[in-house]
C-alpha cells in the first residue's frame, strides 16, 4: 500500500519555501494517499536549540500545519520524540550506513562549516535518522523541497542495504516526490542561495508568521536587476531573482511560468512586485490568522500530537519488531 512520510524542523521561522516547496503538496496528498507528517524535533537538536524556544516552535510547526490544511483526524500529525521507534531504528540504520555515504552530504558539509570537528555527531548522523523517520512506516512516498533530494537517496541506499545484508525484502526503497514549480525557493536578498530558516537576515525570507505590512516591506526591497520582466521563460535564463519572484508568483497562482511572463513581460518590477505583494498577502493571511489562534490553543496542539504519537505508534512498532527480529535481537 502507498504511504507518505514527509517532515519539518521545529527551527522557528517557517517560510513560503518551506509552505510551497512542501507543507502546500502535503495538503493536496492528503486526498489520495495514506499520509503521515511529522515535527522533527529530534532532528532540530542537531544544532543547538533553546528548550523554551523548542517547546514553543513544536508547538507552532504544528499550528502552521494544521491551518495550512493538513487534517489531524483523517491522517497522522505528531512530534517525532513521542515515538521511539524512530531513534531506535536510527541506531540501526547507524550501523548500516556507510561512514562513506555520510561524509557526500552536502548538508552536513553547509551546516557544518569551517567548524567541522565542531559539529555534533548527530549532525553528521542525522540522514541515518531520517531514513529511520521514513522506514519505520514503510512508507513509499515523500513529499519534499529539492534540498532533501540527496538525503533520500541515502535512505533509499539505506534500504537496499539492509534488505540486501539481511537476505529479506522489507523495506520498500521510497520515492521522492518533488512537486510544483517552486521546489527551491530562493532568497529575496541573494537569488542563487535558497530562501532559508536559517539565513541570518530576515529580510531574506517571507515567513509564514509576517504580518501584510512587513511582507510588503520584504517584497518592495527585494534585490532585483534593472530590465524590465521578459515575455517568456527563456529571458530569465542568468536573472535568479527575476526567476525567483516569477516562480513565488506563479506557484501560489497555480500558474505556469509562462503564463505568469505572457501577462506581465514588459513590466517593471515596481509593478510586479505590488501585484506580487497582493497574492502573497492573499494566500497567507487565512493561515496566518489561523496559525496564531491555534498556537495559542496549547491544550488542543498538545492533545493532537499525542493522538498523533499514539497512531504513529500503532503503525511503527510492530514494523520495528519485526526489524529487530531480522537483525537477530530478542523480542520482549
Ligand atoms: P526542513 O525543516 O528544512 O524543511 C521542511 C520542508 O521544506 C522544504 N524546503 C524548501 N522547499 C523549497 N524552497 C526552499 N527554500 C525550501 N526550504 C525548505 C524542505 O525540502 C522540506 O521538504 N530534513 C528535513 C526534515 C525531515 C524529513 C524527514 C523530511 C526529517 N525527516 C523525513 C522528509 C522525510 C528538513 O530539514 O526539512
Same mark, same amino acid.
Given at each position: 500500500m502507498d504511504r507518505i512520510f514527509s517532515g519539518a524542523q521545529p527551527? $522557528?521561522?517557517?517560510?513560503l519555501g518551506n509552505y510551497l516547496g512542501a507543507i502546500r503538496n502535503w495538503v493536496a496528498l492528503q486526498k489520495d494517499f495514506e499520509c503521515v507528517f511529522c515535527v522533527v524535533d529530534l532532528h532540530a537538536i542537531t544544532v543547538w536549540q533553546d528548550p523554551q524556544e523548542l517547546r514553543s516552535n513544536i508547538r507552532e510547526l504544528a499550528a502552521s500545519m494544521i491551518a495550512s490544511g493538513i487534517d489531524p483526524q483523517k491522517h497522522v500529525l505528531f512530534n517525532q520524540s513521542q515515538v521511539s521507534a524512530h531513534a531506535e531504528l536510527a541506531w540501526i540504520f547507524n550501523c548500516v550506513a556507510r561512514i562513506g555515504w555520510l561524509n557526500r552530504m552536502t548538508q552536513f558539509k553547509e551546516k557544518a562549516g569551517k567548524n567541522r570537528e565542531n559539529a555534533s555527531l548527530g549532525l553528521y548522523a542525522y540522514p541515518s535518522l531520517m531514513a529511520a523517520d521514513i522506514l519505520?512506516?514503510?512508507?513509499t512516498h515523500v513529499p519534499v523541497g529539492e534540498d532533501q533530494k540527496q538525503h533520500l537517496e541515502l535512505t533509499r541506499d539505506i534500504a537496499i542495504k539492509f534488505n540486501n545484508d539481511f537476505g529479506v525484502d522489507f523495506f520498500p526503497t521510497p520515492e521522492p516526490l518533488i512537486l510544483g514549480p517552486a521546489t527551491r525557493v530562493m532568497s529575496l536578498r541573494e537569488g542563487t542561495k535558497k530562501m532559508s530558516k536559517s539565513d541570518t537576515s530576515d529580510m531574506s525570507r517571507l515567513n509564514m508568521t509576517d504580518d501584510a505590512d512587513t511582507l510588503s516591506r520584504k517584497i518592495r526591497k527585494a534585490k532585483t536587476d534593472a530590465e524590465p520582466l521578459p515575455? +517568456?521563460?527563456? $529571458?530569465? +535564463?542568468?536573472r535568479p531573482e527575476a526567476r525567483n519572484l516569477v516562480t513565488i508568483y506563479a506557484a501560489l497562482m497555480d500558474q505556469g511560468v509562462d503564463a505568469v511572463l505572457s501577462e506581465h $513581460? $514588459?513590466?517593471?518590477f515596481s509593478g510586479f512586485k505590488q501585484a506580487l505583494t497582493d497574492v502573497v498577502v492573499d494566500k497567507l493571511a487565512p493561515i496566518t490568522t489561523e496559525m496564531a489562534r491555534l498556537k495559542n490553543d496549547i491544550p488542543y496542539i498538545d492533545s493532537v500530537l499525542s493522538k498523533g504519537a499514539d497512531r504513529a505508534d500503532a503503525i511503527a512498532q510492530p514494523i520495528l519488531r519485526e526489524v529487530k527480529e531480522i537483525v537477530g535481537f530478542l523480542n520482549r
Open positions: 527551527t $522557528g521561522n517557517l517560510h519505520a512506516y514503510k512508507a515575455s +517568456e521563460a527563456a $529571458g530569465l +535564463e542568468g $513581460g $514588459g513590466t517593471q
